[in-house]
C-alpha cells in the first residue's frame, strides 16, 4: 500500500535445537512471507538461540554441539543467523530476558549506525531517549521490532502451570510481539481466543498457518536415530553428518537429565529432582 509505514522485525526463535531440523528452517521462511504478505513488515534477520544446558530438559546434549549443527544448518542462508550469548550462559534464563538481550543489541547497533556524527550521550541514555513512551513500551521511531518466533506447542505451554510468570507472557506479547506457527495437535486459535492476556494483545499475535503440515520433530529424529534408521532429509545432510562423526543421539544421551525437574519449574516451585 502506497504510503504506507514499513516496520523492520528481527524474528527471534528459542528453543532446545536438539538438534536443529528442517522445519526449524521453515519456520523462518513461513514467517518472513506471512509478515511480508501483509505489506507492513520488511524482515531484515532470523535469530536461532539454543537453549543452554542449564535448560535440563531430558535428552538435551551439550550446548556446544547443537550450536554447531545450527550453524552449520544455517550456512547457506543469508539472512538466519545463529547466536550463542544463551547458551553459554551458566543457568538457564527465561525467554523474556533473551528477548530483552537481543533487543537492546538491536537498538544498540542501530543507534551505531545513526550516532557517527551526532553527540555522544551515553549508550543507555541513548537507548531511554529513544523510547516512544519510556522503557516500559519498547518502541523506538523507526528501529526494528524483535518478535518471538515459535510453534504452536511454545504458546500453548504458556497455559502449564509454573513453566512461565504471567508477567512474562505479557511482556513477550505486549512489548514485543509473537509469530506462532501451527502445528498439528495445537489450535492456537482457539488458545489465544481463551487467554484474557494474548486477546487483549491478539494484534501483536501473527499466526501462521502451515498448510503442508508434517509432524518433524526434533523427538523423533532422536528416535529415529537410536534405532538406526535414516533421518537424511528431515535435516540439512551437513548436520546429518555431525550427528554421526560425533555420535550424538544414543540411548545413553536420551537419558540425561532423565532425573532432574526442567529449570523453569525448578525456578517457580523450588523442586530440584524428580
Ligand atoms: N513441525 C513443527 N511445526 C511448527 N513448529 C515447530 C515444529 N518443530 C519445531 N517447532 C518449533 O520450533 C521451536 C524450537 O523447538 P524445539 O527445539 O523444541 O523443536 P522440537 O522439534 O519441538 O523438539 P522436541 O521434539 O525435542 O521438543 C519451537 O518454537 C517449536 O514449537
Ligand atoms: N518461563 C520461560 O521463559 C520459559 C518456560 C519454558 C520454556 N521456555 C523456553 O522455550 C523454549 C522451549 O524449548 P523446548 O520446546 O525445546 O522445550 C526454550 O527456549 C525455553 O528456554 C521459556
Ligand atoms: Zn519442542
Given at each position: 500500500m502506497e504510503g504506507q509505514i514499513v516496520t523492520k522485525v528481527v524474528l527471534l526463535s528459542?528453543?532446545?535445537?536438539?538438534p536443529i531440523t528442517s522445519m526449524h528452517l521453515r519456520m523462518f521462511e513461513l514467517a518472513r512471507d506471512h509478515l511480508e504478505d501483509t505489506g507492513q513488515y520488511k524482515v531484515v534477520k532470523g535469530i536461532i538461540s539454543p537453549v543452554g544446558d542449564g535448560y535440563k530438559k531430558k535428552g538435551l546434549v551439550e550446548a556446544c554441539h547443537r550450536l554447531e549443527m545450527a550453524r552449520l544448518a544455517t550456512e547457506n542462508s543469508d539472512w538466519i543467523t545463529v547466536d550463542s550469548w544463551e547458551s553459554l550462559q551458566p543457568e538457564w534464563v527465561e525467554t523474556v530476558k533473551v528477548i530483552r538481550h537481543h533487543y537492546e543489541e538491536l537498538l544498540e547497533a542501530e543507534q551505531n549506525k545513526d550516532d557517527v556524527d551526532t553527540v555522544k550521550y551515553t549508550k543507555k541514555r541513548r537507548i531511554e531517549e529513544n523510547y516512544f513512551e519510556g522503557s516500559a513500551h519498547l518502541k523506538r521511531r523507526g528501529s526494528p521490532q524483535l518478535m518471538l518466533l515459535c510453534g504452536a506447542d511454545v504458546l500453548q505451554s504458556f497455559e502449564t502451570p509454573n513453566l512461565w510468570k504471567q508477567d512474562d507472557i505479557t511482556e513477550i506479547v505486549g512489548c514485543y510481539g509473537l509469530v506462532c506457527i501451527t502445528r498439528s495437535g495445537n489450535d492456537?486459535?482457539?488458545?489465544?481466543?481463551?487467554?484474557?492476556?494474548?486477546?487483549?494483545?491478539r494484534k501483536n499475535i501473527h499466526v501462521v498457518h502451515e498448510w503442508v503440515t508434517n509432524?518433524?520433530?526434533a523427538t523423533h529424529v532422536r528416535r529415529a536415530l537410536r534405532r538406526g534408521h535414516s533421518v537424511r532429509y528431515l535435516l540439512p545432510d551437513a548436520v546429518v553428518y555431525y550427528i554421526h562423526e560425533h555420535d550424538l543421539y544414543s540411548a545413553e544421551s536420551e537419558q540425561k537429565n532423565a532425573d532432574v525437574v526442567l529449570a523453569p519449574l525448578q525456578r517457580y516451585t523450588g523442586a530440584s529432582s524428580s
Open positions: 528459542c528453543g532446545s535445537f536438539n492456537p486459535y482457539s488458545f489465544i481466543h481463551k487467554s484474557d492476556t494474548l486477546w487483549k494483545y509432524e518433524i520433530s
